[in-house]
């Protein structure tokens, strides 16, 4: 039983919302893409063309209307988004798009973060977290370069959005994590 029982669509942003804001964070979210529901309480997906424009017109948005914030919790654009079939799978996957962002984290401070929806009791964030550190530490040592985990004012964060079977992941270096408080990878 890989696959949620409700098609999600494809998507690269995770939107999350504050309490009864998901109609309004939906019409508000519509202006930036192609937004959608997901059978997951106050979680919205999106596919946007450009990520990059994405977070610039986001960012402009939050300047100019200080109260986005209090509607939408958190907007996570992945870099990078695949299907998984099962934890196997999704382990396979996301170490593979971990690795790749590996020459970027020589000798610099970071930790995984995930955050769950859907595989309930099978896909543990706390393990998989740890599952991604270990081989991105395992590498780095590696290449002569290690890396060290640090939550605390970290170099970078490896956010990593599950819908489903479906996950998206994006590496965020701490200036972004400052620039964009949208973010709110923790």
């Known amino acids: 039983m890989g696959r949620h029982s409700t098609q999600i669509p494809d998507w690269n942003v995770v939107v999350s919302i504050h309490g009864d804001n998901?109609?309004?964070?939906?019409?508000i979210m519509?202006?930036?893409?192609?937004v959608s529901g997901t059978g997951y309480y106050n979680v919205l997906v999106m596919r946007v063309s450009d990520i990059g424009a994405f977070?610039?017109?986001l960012e402009r948005l939050v300047e100019t209307a200080p109260d986005f914030l209090q509607i939408v919790a958190r907007v996570l654009p992945a870099q990078i988004t695949f299907?998984?079939?099962d934890?196997?799978?999704f382990e396979r996957r996301a170490r593979e798009a971990a690795l790749a962002w590996a020459p970027q984290l020589l000798d610099k401070t970071f930790y995984v973060r995930l955050h769950r929806r859907g595989y309930k009791g099978r896909l543990l964030s706390p393990v998989e977290e740890r599952f991604l550190d270990e081989a991105l530490l395992r590498d780095l040592d590696a290449r002569?370069?290690?890396?060290?985990i640090r939550f605390?004012?970290?170099d970078a964060v490896i956010d990593v959005e599950t819908v489903g079977s479906r996950a998206g992941m994006a590496l965020w270096r701490r200036e972004d994590l400052h620039r964009y408080p949208f973010l709110r990878i923790n």
């Open 83 to 85: 299907d998984f079939e």
């Open 22 to 27: 998901y109609v309004h964070a939906k019409r």
């Open 152 to 154: 605390a004012d970290s």
């Open 55 to 57: 977070l610039h017109r």
């Open 30 to 34: 519509a202006q930036f893409g192609e």
């Open 144 to 148: 002569g370069h290690p890396g060290r």
């Open 87 to 89: 934890v196997d799978d």
